[in-house]
C-alpha cells in the first residue's frame, strides 16, 4: 500500500468519524416534559356535550367522563420545532406539526383492556374518539400545553354514547394511567420520548 493511498484512507476514515460524531450531535433530545398530568374529567366546558336525537330524551345533552391529559413541553433546543405547511383538512391537523403518540406499558394495555375493551390509545381501536389540543409549532425556549381526552363512555344511560365502565373498573385504569411512554414526533421523525411512570 503506498504512502499516498494510506493518506487517503485515513482521511477518509476522518471524515467518516466527524460524520456520525455531528449525526449524534444532531439527535440530542431538545424538548423538556415540564409537567404531566391525568384525571378523570367530566366537565361539558373541556369536553364538550352529545345532543340525544332520539327517545324519551330527545334534545338533551349527554357530557361523556374522559381520561385526561395535561401536559406542557418546552423547546429547549435553538431551532423551531414541528410546522405549519401541511394542513390534512380531514383529520384537523397539521400533517408536518408536533405530534405525541401515547405507547402504554404491558400492564396499562392488560388495565385498558379488561376496562373499556379495546385499547383507547390506540387511534385505529378507539371507538369512542380522543380529544386533543396542542400546539403544532414550539419555537426556541417556547413552551405549550398539550391536552387529551380520551372518552371513557357516558355516566347515564342514552341512545347516543355508549355507557361508560363502573366507577371502580374507571378508578381502576386512572391508577394505571401514568404507566405509558410519551413519544413526540414531526413527520414521523422521533424527536423526544418521555416515561410518565418515571413521575410519580
Known amino acids: 500500500m503506498t504512502m499516498q493511498l494510506k493518506k487517503i484512507l485515513i482521511f477518509t ?5 466527524i460524520l456520525i460524531v455531528v449525526s449524534g450531535c444532531s439527535n440530542n433530545q431538545t424538548l423538556d416534559l415540564n409537567n404531566a398530568t391525568v384525571n378523570l374529567t367530566n366537565d361539558e366546558g373541556r369536553l364538550g356535550s352529545i345532543g340525544i ?8 345533552n349527554v357530557v361523556p367522563i374522559a381520561l385526561s391529559y395535561d401536559l406542557s413541553l ?14 390534512n383538512k380531514e383529520k384537523f391537523k397539521y400533517d408536518d406539526g408536533i405530534e405525541i403518540h ?4 404491558e400492564t396499562l394495555k392488560e388495565v ?7 385499547n383507547i390509545y390506540n387511534e385505529d381501536e378507539n371507538k369512542l374518539g380522543t380529544g386533543k ?11 405549550g400545553d398539550y391536552t387529551f381526552d380520551f372518552i371513557l363512555g357516558a355516566l347515564e344511560e342514552n341512545p347516543d354514547l355508549a355507557l361508560a365502565p363502573s366507577m371502580e373498573q374507571i378508578e381502576k ?28
Open 13 to 17: 476514515a476522518s471524515i467518516f468519524i
Open 133 to 143: 389540543t396542542g400546539y403544532p409549532v414550539l419555537e426556541p425556549n417556547q413552551e
Open 53 to 60: 336525537t332520539s327517545g324519551e330524551r330527545a334534545g338533551e
Open 173 to 200: 385504569l386512572e391508577k394505571h394511567a401514568m404507566d405509558v411512554i410519551l413519544i413526540i414526533s414531526v413527520e414521523d421523525e422521533e424527536l423526544a420520548r418521555f416515561d410518565l411512570s418515571d413521575l410519580e
Open 112 to 118: 385498558v383492556e379488561e376496562v373499556m375493551g379495546f
Open 102 to 105: 401515547f405507547e402504554p406499558n
Open 74 to 87: 418546552k423547546n429547549t433546543g435553538k431551532k423551531e420545532i414541528g410546522g405549519m405547511e401541511k394542513a
